[in-house]
């Protein structure tokens, strides 16, 4: 069942400077910021960074090496097909790098050291795109990141005056609704009402304090606030 927002005066003004504001982000500086913040808040890289340490086990003629790593990478890859896309060249070889190290786990006694292998090509794009994204002057390293899984409430800071942008993101089948509240539980907006997989941006003017942010999920979520 959909989230009914109330209405509010406010929330209209904000529609508009975001309009204004967001013309003057990069637009692939925004498809990179969105790209790691997903990986970032489903734990992707820190999940096939513990997968190196994964063992053959013994071989078995019904399920052949040990299959929980197998499963793993299977998950991971399923994980990283659903990010969204990024935009520069640095970003999209650090995409294919973590999938062409998940393509070698692929249970056979070998795969498990050519995965470890692979993993540093994977370390190497890490490290070039990210680096890259900081000498352009990347959002996302004043960013403040949340991420969780199903319903939360989650409060954040902020410390100037002005717009800021909510890059959200939501992998899962039913409703994802974010609310956003001040320090009072007064109402300020509805940031995003979907039904299942979600990634997308919206925008409000905030002034110093703190916030609130009510969740509804069923699945994993990421939310990345920027000052505009």
């Known amino acids: 069942m959909l989230v009914t927002p109330t209405p509010t005066v406010a929330n209209q003004s904000s529609t508009v400077t975001s309009v204004m504001t967001e013309s003057t982000i990069s637009q692939d500086v925004k498809m990179d910021e969105a790209f790691i913040d997903y990986i970032d808040g489903n734990q ?8 190196q340490s994964a063992s053959p086990g013994s071989y078995s003629i019904s399920t052949g090496y040990n299959a929980k790593p197998k499963e793993e990478a299977d998950r991971l890859t399923a994980l990283i097909y659903k990010a969204p896309k990024p935009a520069s060249e640095k970003m999209k070889a650090y995409r294919t790098a973590m999938m062409d190290a998940l393509a070698e786990m692929d249970g056979n006694t070998a795969g498990f050291s050519r995965y470890r292998d692979a993993m540093q090509t994977v370390i190497l794009a890490k490290n070039a795109a990210e680096s890259e994204m900081h000498s352009v002057g990347s959002f996302l390293v004043d960013a403040i990141h949340l991420n969780g899984l199903g319903d939360d409430v989650k409060s954040f800071n902020v410390t100037e005056t002005g717009l800021h942008i909510f890059t959200l993101h939501h ?20 940031l995003v009402n979907e039904i299942g997989d979600y990634s997308g941006k919206d925008s409000e003017r905030l002034t110093v304090g703190r916030y609130w942010l009510n969740i509804k999920a069923d699945g994993a979520w990421t939310i990345a606030i920027t000052q505009g």
């Open 44 to 51: 992707i890289y820190e999940a096939m960074t513990a997968l």
């Open 171 to 190: 992998t899962g089948d039913r409703n994802f609704a974010i609310t956003l509240k001040d320090d009072d539980g007064k109402y300020i907006a509805l």
